[in-house]
């Protein structure tokens, strides 16, 4: 019990954060390049490891089925260990376990008579930080779920497990390049090294699962645009005739605020549809210890209904 306490409280301390330095595979099948070396300031260690998550809010307008659906987001980063011989939270943590920035990030919103509720679990290490170690995401709604996941081992492994016939899949193995859902977690870790240019990039999961896309690398254009206030970074897949544009603070600790997905209304439709979200509030909280009837306080601080 002591040797973990003491490793808890020496990644508290001294935990550094890395990211790679852009590189494209021309045939996406070459090895990712070596970890770009980062030691982050003071106050990146202060802020992710004084033991509270940062806590997100958002105001949803979400396309589907060709129309907007007003809804909620939120976004719940937090540090903690990672086991990668389990691929989960490290409860008793060794020497050979990283310590990771986790993002779960959740859509709610309605379709008609019924609900949509959506979260993408990624895990992306602060030291040597290539791709995350594992994404994981599931939808539910009335007509059943899906529930896709990645592991980082040598390679990406995925499975799908969906209600819709013939989309499940195990054992899936892709090469291991960019994963969208590693843009919003490098974004708070370190903006000045997203990648831009024409990129091999695996789309986010949730845009895989509910357009029903295959998995794996597409080609982006991806730029970066940058004030003293905001900046904003977009992806654009020409072949799948979709972009994504993210804007956030130029300053630390590069809180996301808002953000639009634009994709075609349905499938083999021309017309476009654009779903976007807009920041409501952000607050610190140690969260998963406020689990009283007390604490419900904090969704009306934040928004969340």
């Known amino acids: 019990m002591r040797l973990s306490f003491i490793f808890l409280f020496s990644c508290f301390l001294f935990t550094a954060c890395t990211e790679e330095q852009a590189s494209v595979a021309n045939d996406n099948t070459t090895a990712p390049s070596a970890a770009f070396k980062y030691t982050p300031a003071q106050e990146y260690k202060d802020y992710w490891f004084n033991g509270t998550a940062e806590i997100s809010s958002y105001a949803l307008s979400q396309a589907r089925y060709g129309e907007l659906r007003e809804g909620q987001a939120a976004m719940i980063f937090v540090t903690e260990p990672f086991s990668l011989s389990s691929f989960t939270k490290a409860d008793n ?71 819709f016939e013939g989309e499940s899949v195990s054992g899936l193995e892709l090469p291991q390049t960019l994963l969208e859902d590693d843009i919003w977690v490098k974004i708070r870790l370190q903006p000045d090294n997203l990648p831009t240019g024409e990129l091999d990039i695996i789309p986010s999961f949730f845009y895989l699962r509910l357009k029903h896309v295959k998995a794996g690398a597409y080609k982006a254009n991806a730029t970066l645009t940058t004030t003293d206030s905001l900046s904003t970074y977009t992806l654009n897949y020409p072949e799948l005739k979709r972009s994504l544009t993210i804007n956030y603070q130029t300053a630390f600790p590069h809180r996301i605020m808002n953000w639009e997905e634009t994709h075609p209304k349905g499938f083999g439709s021309s017309e476009l549809i654009t779903t976007s979200a807009k920041l409501i509030k952000s607050i610190r909280s140690d969260y998963w210890r406020r689990n009283n009837n007390s604490d419900s306080g904090l969704r009306d601080t934040l928004g969340l209904k």
């Open 93 to 163: 943590p060794s020497a050979a376990d990283p310590t990771v920035l986790k993002l779960n990030f959740t859509k709610n919103f309605n379709t008609g008579i019924y609900p949509y509720s959506m979260i993408n679990s990624s895990f992306f290490p602060f030291e040597d930080g290539q791709h995350a170690l594992k994404v994981a995401t599931s939808v539910q709604e009335w007509c059943g779920h899906v529930y896709m996941e990645l592991r980082n081992t040598d390679k990406f492994e995925v499975d799908v497990n969906s209600y």
